[in-house]
Protein backbone atom coordinates (compact mmCIF):
# COMPACT_ATOMS: atom_id res chain seq x y z
CA UNK A 1 0.00 0.00 0.00
CA UNK A 2 1.45 3.86 -0.78
CA UNK A 3 2.33 5.05 2.50
CA UNK A 4 2.59 8.85 3.07
CA UNK A 5 5.88 8.86 4.83
CA UNK A 6 7.56 7.24 1.69
CA UNK A 7 11.12 9.42 0.97
CA UNK A 8 14.04 9.31 -1.17
CA UNK A 9 17.82 7.68 -1.19
CA UNK A 10 18.68 11.44 0.58
CA UNK A 11 15.57 11.51 3.05
CA UNK A 12 13.45 13.81 1.50
CA UNK A 13 9.44 12.85 1.28
CA UNK A 14 8.53 11.36 -2.27
CA UNK A 15 5.50 14.18 -3.94
CA UNK A 16 3.45 11.91 -5.92
CA UNK A 17 4.01 12.99 -9.85
CA UNK A 18 2.04 11.58 -12.90
CA UNK A 19 3.89 9.46 -15.26
CA UNK A 20 3.20 8.94 -19.10
CA UNK A 21 4.55 5.52 -19.76
CA UNK A 22 4.93 4.48 -23.24
CA UNK A 23 4.56 1.13 -24.09
CA UNK A 24 3.50 0.70 -20.46
CA UNK A 25 1.32 -2.85 -21.94
CA UNK A 26 4.24 -5.03 -22.77
CA UNK A 27 6.70 -6.78 -20.26
CA UNK A 28 8.32 -4.27 -18.59
CA UNK A 29 5.73 -2.08 -18.70
CA UNK A 30 3.30 -4.18 -17.06
CA UNK A 31 5.43 -4.69 -13.80
CA UNK A 32 6.86 -1.26 -13.80
CA UNK A 33 2.54 -0.40 -13.62
CA UNK A 34 1.68 -2.75 -10.99
CA UNK A 35 4.54 -1.78 -8.76
CA UNK A 36 3.43 1.86 -9.47
CA UNK A 37 -0.09 1.29 -8.52
CA UNK A 38 1.02 -0.83 -5.15
CA UNK A 39 3.45 0.22 -3.73
CA UNK A 40 3.82 4.13 -4.47
CA UNK A 41 1.10 6.98 -4.72
CA UNK A 42 1.82 8.38 -8.51
CA UNK A 43 -0.31 8.40 -11.13
CA UNK A 44 -0.10 6.37 -15.19
CA UNK A 45 -1.06 7.68 -17.95
CA UNK A 46 -0.77 4.22 -19.75
CA UNK A 47 -0.08 4.65 -23.48
CA UNK A 48 -0.08 1.59 -25.85
CA UNK A 49 -1.49 -0.46 -28.61
CA UNK A 50 -2.14 -3.28 -26.31
CA UNK A 51 -3.46 -3.57 -22.56
CA UNK A 52 -3.56 -7.27 -22.23
CA UNK A 53 -0.84 -7.51 -19.69
CA UNK A 54 -2.29 -4.84 -17.87
CA UNK A 55 -6.02 -5.77 -17.71
CA UNK A 56 -5.34 -6.55 -14.30
CA UNK A 57 -4.65 -3.36 -12.96
CA UNK A 58 -7.33 -1.13 -15.66
CA UNK A 59 -10.45 -3.29 -14.41
CA UNK A 60 -10.06 -5.45 -10.82
CA UNK A 61 -12.28 -4.75 -8.43
CA UNK A 62 -13.68 -0.98 -7.01
CA UNK A 63 -12.29 -2.06 -3.74
CA UNK A 64 -8.27 -1.62 -6.40
CA UNK A 65 -7.43 1.52 -4.13
CA UNK A 66 -5.30 2.64 -7.87
CA UNK A 67 -8.51 2.77 -10.22
CA UNK A 68 -8.41 6.41 -10.28
CA UNK A 69 -4.55 6.23 -10.44
CA UNK A 70 -4.04 4.34 -13.67
CA UNK A 71 -5.63 5.44 -16.95
CA UNK A 72 -5.13 3.53 -20.71
CA UNK A 73 -4.80 5.26 -23.06
CA UNK A 74 -4.78 3.01 -26.89
CA UNK A 75 -2.75 5.17 -28.75
CA UNK A 76 0.07 4.18 -31.50
CA UNK A 77 2.89 6.52 -30.91
CA UNK A 78 3.97 6.87 -35.13
CA UNK A 79 0.67 9.06 -35.88
CA UNK A 80 -1.17 9.92 -33.01
CA UNK A 81 -1.13 14.38 -31.85
CA UNK A 82 -2.68 13.20 -28.27
CA UNK A 83 0.61 12.63 -27.08
CA UNK A 84 2.37 15.95 -26.74
CA UNK A 85 -1.12 16.85 -25.02
CA UNK A 86 -0.08 13.25 -22.80
CA UNK A 87 3.43 14.55 -21.96
CA UNK A 88 2.62 17.67 -21.20
CA UNK A 89 0.54 16.58 -18.69
CA UNK A 90 3.14 14.56 -16.84
CA UNK A 91 5.99 15.32 -15.04
CA UNK A 92 7.86 12.63 -16.19
CA UNK A 93 7.98 10.62 -19.28
CA UNK A 94 8.90 6.74 -19.85
CA UNK A 95 9.83 5.46 -23.12
CA UNK A 96 9.44 1.42 -23.44
CA UNK A 97 8.10 1.30 -26.85
CA UNK A 98 9.94 -0.21 -29.36
CA UNK A 99 9.97 -3.45 -31.35
CA UNK A 100 13.02 -5.29 -29.61
CA UNK A 101 12.88 -9.18 -30.57
CA UNK A 102 15.86 -10.60 -32.19
CA UNK A 103 13.97 -12.31 -35.15
CA UNK A 104 12.30 -9.04 -36.19
CA UNK A 105 16.07 -6.89 -36.33
CA UNK A 106 17.30 -9.24 -39.50
CA UNK A 107 13.70 -9.77 -41.60
CA UNK A 108 11.93 -6.73 -40.62
CA UNK A 109 14.86 -4.46 -40.22
CA UNK A 110 12.76 -1.09 -41.54
CA UNK A 111 10.09 -1.50 -38.97
CA UNK A 112 13.19 -2.03 -36.35
CA UNK A 113 14.86 1.17 -37.05
CA UNK A 114 11.75 3.26 -37.62
CA UNK A 115 10.42 1.89 -34.32
CA UNK A 116 13.44 2.50 -32.06
CA UNK A 117 14.71 5.81 -33.86
CA UNK A 118 11.90 7.41 -36.04
CA UNK A 119 9.12 6.94 -33.57
CA UNK A 120 11.12 7.81 -30.92
CA UNK A 121 12.09 11.31 -32.10
CA UNK A 122 8.24 12.99 -31.27
CA UNK A 123 9.01 11.67 -27.36
CA UNK A 124 11.94 13.56 -27.08
CA UNK A 125 11.17 16.52 -29.11
CA UNK A 126 8.01 17.05 -26.95
CA UNK A 127 10.09 16.30 -23.51
CA UNK A 128 12.72 18.94 -24.90
CA UNK A 129 10.60 21.75 -25.60
CA UNK A 130 7.73 21.08 -22.90
CA UNK A 131 11.16 20.95 -19.96
CA UNK A 132 9.69 17.49 -18.78
CA UNK A 133 11.74 15.07 -17.33
CA UNK A 134 12.37 11.77 -19.81
CA UNK A 135 13.69 8.11 -18.52
CA UNK A 136 14.21 6.47 -22.17
CA UNK A 137 14.68 2.53 -22.22
CA UNK A 138 17.80 1.48 -24.86
CA UNK A 139 19.59 -2.03 -24.77
CA UNK A 140 22.64 -3.38 -23.02
CA UNK A 141 22.95 -4.37 -26.72
CA UNK A 142 24.55 -1.49 -27.53
CA UNK A 143 27.36 -2.19 -26.69
CA UNK A 144 27.32 -4.99 -29.60
CA UNK A 145 30.32 -7.52 -29.42
CA UNK A 146 33.22 -7.47 -26.60
CA UNK A 147 36.80 -6.34 -27.09
CA UNK A 148 37.89 -9.71 -26.27
CA UNK A 149 35.73 -11.77 -29.40
CA UNK A 150 38.18 -10.18 -31.73
CA UNK A 151 41.10 -12.28 -30.04
CA UNK A 152 42.05 -15.54 -31.18
CA UNK A 153 40.06 -18.07 -28.52
CA UNK A 154 42.56 -19.42 -26.62
CA UNK A 155 44.33 -15.77 -26.34
CA UNK A 156 45.06 -15.10 -22.48
CA UNK A 157 43.76 -11.71 -22.40
CA UNK A 158 39.73 -12.70 -23.28
CA UNK A 159 40.05 -13.83 -19.30
CA UNK A 160 40.80 -9.95 -18.42
CA UNK A 161 37.78 -8.34 -17.32
CA UNK A 162 39.26 -5.07 -19.21
CA UNK A 163 38.24 -6.85 -22.41
CA UNK A 164 34.33 -8.06 -21.42
CA UNK A 165 33.27 -5.99 -18.52
CA UNK A 166 30.85 -3.54 -20.18
CA UNK A 167 30.79 0.06 -18.92
CA UNK A 168 28.76 2.85 -19.56
CA UNK A 169 30.96 5.70 -19.63
CA UNK A 170 33.99 3.73 -21.09
CA UNK A 171 33.09 0.57 -23.33
CA UNK A 172 33.13 1.15 -27.15
CA UNK A 173 29.76 0.18 -29.68
CA UNK A 174 30.87 -2.67 -32.02
CA UNK A 175 28.59 -4.21 -34.60
CA UNK A 176 28.97 -6.28 -37.30
CA UNK A 177 29.00 -5.00 -40.93
CA UNK A 178 25.74 -3.34 -42.32
CA UNK A 179 24.50 -6.80 -44.24
CA UNK A 180 24.27 -8.51 -40.68
CA UNK A 181 21.34 -6.48 -40.51
CA UNK A 182 21.13 -7.88 -36.69
CA UNK A 183 22.58 -4.93 -35.67
CA UNK A 184 19.48 -2.97 -36.97
CA UNK A 185 18.17 -2.73 -33.54
CA UNK A 186 21.46 -1.88 -31.69
CA UNK A 187 22.27 1.12 -34.35
CA UNK A 188 18.77 2.64 -34.09
CA UNK A 189 19.12 2.29 -30.24
CA UNK A 190 22.68 3.93 -30.04
CA UNK A 191 21.35 6.77 -32.10
CA UNK A 192 18.93 7.35 -30.38
CA UNK A 193 20.83 7.59 -26.88
CA UNK A 194 22.85 9.68 -28.75
CA UNK A 195 20.18 12.19 -29.62
CA UNK A 196 19.01 11.91 -25.93
CA UNK A 197 22.15 13.08 -24.72
CA UNK A 198 22.91 15.74 -27.31
CA UNK A 199 19.37 16.91 -26.13
CA UNK A 200 20.58 17.05 -22.90
CA UNK A 201 24.11 18.42 -23.93
CA UNK A 202 22.95 21.96 -25.91
CA UNK A 203 19.11 21.89 -24.41
CA UNK A 204 19.28 21.55 -20.70
CA UNK A 205 17.12 18.12 -21.19
CA UNK A 206 16.66 15.60 -18.01
CA UNK A 207 17.57 12.65 -18.71
CA UNK A 208 18.17 9.05 -18.17
CA UNK A 209 19.02 6.33 -20.04
CA UNK A 210 18.23 2.59 -19.23
CA UNK A 211 20.24 -0.39 -20.40
CA UNK A 212 18.52 -3.72 -19.66
CA UNK A 213 20.59 -6.68 -19.42
CA UNK A 214 18.14 -9.71 -20.10
CA UNK A 215 15.68 -8.75 -17.48
CA UNK A 216 13.25 -11.98 -17.57
CA UNK A 217 10.30 -13.06 -15.61
CA UNK A 218 6.45 -13.64 -16.12
CA UNK A 219 4.08 -12.13 -18.93
CA UNK A 220 7.81 -11.50 -21.26
CA UNK A 221 6.72 -12.32 -24.72
CA UNK A 222 4.09 -14.70 -26.14
CA UNK A 223 3.65 -18.56 -26.45
CA UNK A 224 3.48 -19.11 -30.13
CA UNK A 225 0.21 -20.72 -31.39
CA UNK A 226 -1.12 -19.74 -27.60
CA UNK A 227 -1.15 -16.10 -27.05
CA UNK A 228 0.99 -14.90 -30.14
CA UNK A 229 1.08 -15.85 -33.98
CA UNK A 230 2.06 -19.86 -34.28
CA UNK A 231 5.16 -18.88 -36.50
CA UNK A 232 6.53 -16.19 -34.26
CA UNK A 233 9.88 -16.64 -32.54
CA UNK A 234 10.00 -14.47 -29.07
CA UNK A 235 13.16 -14.14 -26.70
CA UNK A 236 15.13 -17.05 -25.67
CA UNK A 237 12.88 -17.40 -22.20
CA UNK A 238 9.56 -17.53 -24.30
CA UNK A 239 11.51 -19.79 -26.72
CA UNK A 240 12.35 -22.74 -24.45
CA UNK A 241 9.24 -22.11 -22.43
CA UNK A 242 7.23 -22.92 -25.07
CA UNK A 243 9.62 -26.22 -25.93
CA UNK A 244 9.52 -27.18 -22.45
CA UNK A 245 5.49 -26.91 -22.69
CA UNK A 246 5.14 -28.82 -25.55
CA UNK A 247 7.71 -30.95 -24.75
CA UNK A 248 10.08 -30.64 -27.48
CA UNK A 249 13.96 -30.28 -27.78
CA UNK A 250 14.80 -26.72 -26.62
CA UNK A 251 16.76 -25.25 -30.02
CA UNK A 252 20.12 -24.35 -29.44
CA UNK A 253 21.25 -21.54 -32.05
CA UNK A 254 24.83 -22.29 -33.72
CA UNK A 255 25.32 -24.51 -30.68
CA UNK A 256 24.33 -21.70 -27.65
CA UNK A 257 27.69 -20.92 -26.68
CA UNK A 258 26.74 -17.29 -26.74
CA UNK A 259 26.68 -16.12 -22.93
CA UNK A 260 24.13 -13.84 -21.32
CA UNK A 261 23.31 -12.68 -17.93
CA UNK A 262 19.88 -12.98 -16.88
CA UNK A 263 18.16 -10.79 -14.15
CA UNK A 264 14.72 -11.18 -12.56
CA UNK A 265 12.34 -8.79 -13.48
CA UNK A 266 11.03 -8.05 -10.04
CA UNK A 267 14.78 -6.95 -9.12
CA UNK A 268 15.32 -4.82 -12.17
CA UNK A 269 12.10 -2.83 -11.42
CA UNK A 270 13.36 -2.07 -8.09
CA UNK A 271 16.22 -0.38 -10.22
CA UNK A 272 13.57 1.86 -12.20
CA UNK A 273 11.74 2.88 -9.31
CA UNK A 274 15.08 4.16 -7.33
CA UNK A 275 15.44 5.99 -11.02
CA UNK A 276 11.58 7.77 -10.78
CA UNK A 277 11.97 8.70 -7.42
CA UNK A 278 15.53 9.94 -7.29
CA UNK A 279 15.86 12.53 -10.43
CA UNK A 280 19.03 14.22 -9.06
CA UNK A 281 21.16 10.76 -8.51
CA UNK A 282 19.47 9.58 -11.98
CA UNK A 283 19.41 12.82 -14.05
CA UNK A 284 21.69 12.75 -17.06
CA UNK A 285 23.12 8.84 -16.09
CA UNK A 286 23.30 6.31 -18.15
CA UNK A 287 22.76 3.02 -15.98
CA UNK A 288 23.73 -0.47 -16.99
CA UNK A 289 20.55 -2.75 -14.97
CA UNK A 290 21.33 -6.46 -14.84
CA UNK A 291 23.26 -9.18 -12.67
CA UNK A 292 26.65 -10.09 -13.29
CA UNK A 293 26.46 -12.76 -10.94
CA UNK A 294 24.32 -15.06 -13.37
CA UNK A 295 26.07 -15.44 -16.31
CA UNK A 296 25.43 -19.05 -18.06
CA UNK A 297 25.72 -19.80 -21.93
CA UNK A 298 22.54 -20.17 -23.87
CA UNK A 299 23.33 -24.47 -23.18
CA UNK A 300 23.58 -24.11 -19.74
CA UNK A 301 20.23 -22.19 -19.55
CA UNK A 302 18.52 -24.79 -21.57
CA UNK A 303 19.89 -27.57 -19.08
CA UNK A 304 18.80 -25.31 -16.21
CA UNK A 305 15.03 -24.48 -17.61
CA UNK A 306 14.96 -28.49 -18.51
CA UNK A 307 15.77 -29.17 -14.96
CA UNK A 308 13.42 -26.64 -13.28
CA UNK A 309 10.86 -27.30 -15.56
CA UNK A 310 11.01 -30.73 -14.30
CA UNK A 311 10.51 -29.88 -10.13
CA UNK A 312 7.97 -27.21 -10.87
CA UNK A 313 5.71 -29.25 -13.18
CA UNK A 314 6.19 -32.99 -12.02
CA UNK A 315 7.06 -34.58 -15.53
CA UNK A 316 10.23 -36.03 -16.74
CA UNK A 317 12.52 -34.56 -18.92
CA UNK A 318 12.63 -35.42 -22.58
CA UNK A 319 16.04 -38.45 -22.74
CA UNK A 320 17.69 -35.24 -25.48
CA UNK A 321 16.08 -32.35 -24.15
CA UNK A 322 18.16 -30.03 -26.44
CA UNK A 323 19.22 -29.71 -30.31
CA UNK A 324 21.91 -27.84 -32.36
CA UNK A 325 20.16 -25.45 -34.75
CA UNK A 326 22.04 -23.13 -37.20
CA UNK A 327 21.57 -19.49 -36.93
CA UNK A 328 20.62 -19.44 -40.51
CA UNK A 329 17.76 -21.90 -40.42
CA UNK A 330 16.48 -20.24 -36.88
CA UNK A 331 16.46 -16.22 -37.45
CA UNK A 332 17.10 -16.35 -41.39
CA UNK A 333 20.07 -14.16 -43.67
CA UNK A 334 21.37 -11.37 -41.43
CA UNK A 335 21.42 -12.85 -38.25
CA UNK A 336 24.56 -11.92 -35.70
CA UNK A 337 25.44 -12.50 -32.40
CA UNK A 338 26.58 -10.92 -28.69
CA UNK A 339 29.46 -12.99 -27.63
CA UNK A 340 29.24 -11.91 -23.78
CA UNK A 341 27.20 -9.43 -21.90
CA UNK A 342 28.42 -8.58 -18.01
CA UNK A 343 27.32 -5.17 -17.12
CA UNK A 344 29.54 -3.46 -14.80
CA UNK A 345 27.91 -1.58 -11.76
CA UNK A 346 29.75 0.66 -10.47
CA UNK A 347 27.69 3.73 -11.61
CA UNK A 348 24.21 2.52 -10.60
CA UNK A 349 26.11 1.25 -6.90
CA UNK A 350 27.41 4.57 -6.43
CA UNK A 351 24.26 6.89 -7.41
CA UNK A 352 21.40 4.61 -6.33
CA UNK A 353 22.65 1.99 -3.93
CA UNK A 354 21.21 -0.76 -6.28
CA UNK A 355 22.12 -4.21 -6.57
CA UNK A 356 20.17 -7.02 -7.73
CA UNK A 357 18.85 -10.10 -5.27
CA UNK A 358 17.31 -13.29 -7.30
CA UNK A 359 19.59 -16.29 -8.08
CA UNK A 360 19.34 -17.81 -11.62
CA UNK A 361 17.81 -20.83 -10.07
CA UNK A 362 15.62 -18.81 -8.00
CA UNK A 363 14.02 -16.78 -11.18
CA UNK A 364 13.65 -19.50 -13.41
CA UNK A 365 11.99 -21.88 -10.67
CA UNK A 366 9.06 -18.92 -10.31
CA UNK A 367 8.86 -17.84 -13.66
CA UNK A 368 8.28 -21.76 -15.09
CA UNK A 369 5.78 -22.11 -12.37
CA UNK A 370 4.37 -19.23 -13.29
CA UNK A 371 4.53 -20.28 -17.10
CA UNK A 372 3.46 -23.81 -16.04
CA UNK A 373 0.35 -22.27 -14.70
CA UNK A 374 -0.74 -19.92 -17.29
CA UNK A 375 0.11 -21.83 -20.29
CA UNK A 376 0.41 -25.82 -19.39
CA UNK A 377 -3.94 -26.44 -19.84
CA UNK A 378 -3.87 -24.34 -22.82
CA UNK A 379 -1.17 -26.18 -24.94
CA UNK A 380 -2.57 -29.49 -23.47
CA UNK A 381 -5.95 -28.48 -25.59
CA UNK A 382 -4.19 -27.27 -28.42
CA UNK A 383 -1.96 -30.45 -29.42
CA UNK A 384 -4.82 -32.90 -28.66
CA UNK A 385 -7.01 -31.45 -31.10
CA UNK A 386 -7.38 -33.67 -34.77
CA UNK A 387 -5.35 -31.70 -37.43
CA UNK A 388 -8.12 -30.31 -39.70
CA UNK A 389 -8.84 -32.38 -43.09
P1 LIG B 1 7.72 -5.41 -25.02
O1 LIG B 1 7.70 -5.71 -26.49
O2 LIG B 1 7.07 -6.39 -24.10
O3 LIG B 1 7.08 -3.98 -24.75
C1 LIG B 1 7.10 -2.91 -25.67
C2 LIG B 1 5.70 -2.32 -25.72
O4 LIG B 1 5.73 -1.18 -26.57
C3 LIG B 1 4.65 -3.29 -26.31
O5 LIG B 1 3.55 -3.45 -25.44
C4 LIG B 1 4.23 -2.62 -27.62
O6 LIG B 1 2.86 -2.83 -27.94
C5 LIG B 1 4.53 -1.15 -27.31
N1 LIG B 1 4.73 -0.38 -28.55
C6 LIG B 1 5.61 -0.64 -29.55
N2 LIG B 1 5.47 0.26 -30.53
C7 LIG B 1 4.49 1.10 -30.16
C8 LIG B 1 3.88 2.22 -30.77
N3 LIG B 1 4.26 2.65 -31.99
N4 LIG B 1 2.91 2.88 -30.11
C9 LIG B 1 2.50 2.44 -28.87
N5 LIG B 1 3.04 1.37 -28.25
C10 LIG B 1 4.02 0.70 -28.88
O7 LIG B 1 9.26 -5.20 -24.61
P2 LIG B 1 9.93 -5.05 -23.17
O8 LIG B 1 10.77 -6.25 -22.91
O9 LIG B 1 8.94 -4.63 -22.18
O10 LIG B 1 10.97 -3.86 -23.47
C11 LIG B 1 10.69 -2.50 -23.19
C12 LIG B 1 11.89 -1.65 -23.58
O11 LIG B 1 13.09 -2.13 -22.95
C13 LIG B 1 12.19 -1.63 -25.08
O12 LIG B 1 12.58 -0.33 -25.46
C14 LIG B 1 13.36 -2.58 -25.24
O13 LIG B 1 14.17 -2.25 -26.35
C15 LIG B 1 14.10 -2.38 -23.92
N6 LIG B 1 14.86 -3.59 -23.56
C16 LIG B 1 14.30 -4.64 -22.90
C17 LIG B 1 15.08 -5.74 -22.57
C18 LIG B 1 14.56 -6.89 -21.75
O14 LIG B 1 15.37 -7.61 -21.22
N7 LIG B 1 13.27 -7.11 -21.62
C19 LIG B 1 16.43 -5.80 -22.94
C20 LIG B 1 16.96 -4.73 -23.66
C21 LIG B 1 16.18 -3.63 -23.94
N1 LIG C 1 18.50 -18.52 -28.63
C1 LIG C 1 18.56 -19.90 -28.76
N2 LIG C 1 17.40 -20.60 -28.95
C2 LIG C 1 16.18 -20.00 -28.99
C3 LIG C 1 16.12 -18.59 -28.85
C4 LIG C 1 17.30 -17.87 -28.67
O1 LIG C 1 19.65 -20.50 -28.72
O2 LIG C 1 15.17 -20.72 -29.14
C5 LIG C 1 19.75 -17.75 -28.36
C6 LIG C 1 20.03 -16.54 -29.26
O3 LIG C 1 20.70 -16.93 -30.44
C7 LIG C 1 20.91 -15.68 -28.36
C8 LIG C 1 20.36 -15.95 -26.96
O4 LIG C 1 19.62 -17.18 -27.06
O5 LIG C 1 22.26 -16.15 -28.41
C9 LIG C 1 19.46 -14.87 -26.37
O6 LIG C 1 18.44 -14.56 -27.28
P1 LIG C 1 17.26 -13.53 -27.01
O7 LIG C 1 16.28 -13.69 -28.13
O8 LIG C 1 16.70 -13.69 -25.65
O9 LIG C 1 17.87 -12.07 -27.15
P2 LIG C 1 19.32 -11.38 -27.03
O10 LIG C 1 19.87 -11.67 -25.68
O11 LIG C 1 20.18 -11.95 -28.13
O12 LIG C 1 19.02 -9.95 -27.24
Given at each position: ?24 G ?87 I ?5 D ?22 V ?43 A ?41 G ?6 R ?19 G ?12 A?E ?21 P ?6 R ?33 E ?7 R ?16 T ?19 A ?6 K????
Amino acid sequence: MASAARVDLDGNPIKPITICMIGAGGFIGSHLCEKLMVETPHKVLAVDVYNDKIKHLLEGPASHPWLDRIQFHRINIKNDSRLEGLIKMSDLTINLAAICTPADYNTRPLDTIYSNFIDALPVVKYCSENNKRLIHFSTCEVYGKTIGSFLPADHPLRQDPAYFILKEDASPCIFGPIEKQRWSYACAKQLIERLVYAEGAENGLEFTIVRPFNWIGPRMDFIPGIDGPSEGVPRVLACFSNNLLRHEPLKLVDGGQSQRTFVYIKDAIEAVLLMIENPARANGHIFNVGNPNNEVTVRQLAEMMTEVYSKVSGEPPLESPTIDVSSKEFYGEGYDDSDKRIPDMTIINKQLGWNPKTSLWDLLESTLTYQHRTYAEAIKQVTSKPLAS
